[in-house]
Each structure stands twice: as C-alpha cells, then as structure tokens.
C-alpha cells in the first residue's frame, strides 16, 4: 500500500470516528430522555440505569473525543511528512 491509499485509509478511519461520536451523542441524548421519563414516571429503577448509562456514555464520548483528536494529529502529520498535502502535479 502506497502513501496515498494510507492516506485515503486514515481519511475513512478519522470519517469512522466522528460518525462513531455522532451515535455516541445520540445515545447520550437517549438515555438522558428516558432518565427525565422515568423520573415523570416514578421508576427509580430504570431512573438509575438511564442515568448510569448516561455516565457511560458520557465517558465513552470523552475516550472517543480525545481519540479522534490524537488520531487526526498523527494522519495531518503523515500527510505532511510524506508530502501528501501540496496539490498533485
């Protein structure tokens, strides 16, 4: 695999992971509704497993957050190193 196909490959990966951050603020969103309902609803049960669910989540999107940060800086500087991000000739 030449430079550019990694290139292209890291692309797909950076494009993965916001996609991945974007279902993870869904589900967020989610468990965040269904904890307000059950509250509404007087079930103190799923009342705190929406809201340690949310907690989850929450922590998974940090982990997610600072992933797709470290990752893009490594593929920005592979691109740079390898000559990737002047125009093709």
Known sequence: ???R?????MDRALRLLADLKNSQVALIEKASQL???AMEFN???MEKNMGDLYSRYNE?????????????IR???????HGLDKPAE
């Open 35 to 37: 904890q307000l309902d």
């Open 1 to 3: 695999m030449n430079n």
């Open 5 to 9: 196909e990694k290139l292209e490959k």
């Open 75 to 81: 593929r920005n500087k592979f691109e740079q190193e």
């Open 60 to 72: 998974s999107l940090d982990m997610l957050g600072e992933e797709l940060e470290r990752f893009e």
């Open 43 to 45: 079930f103190s049960n």
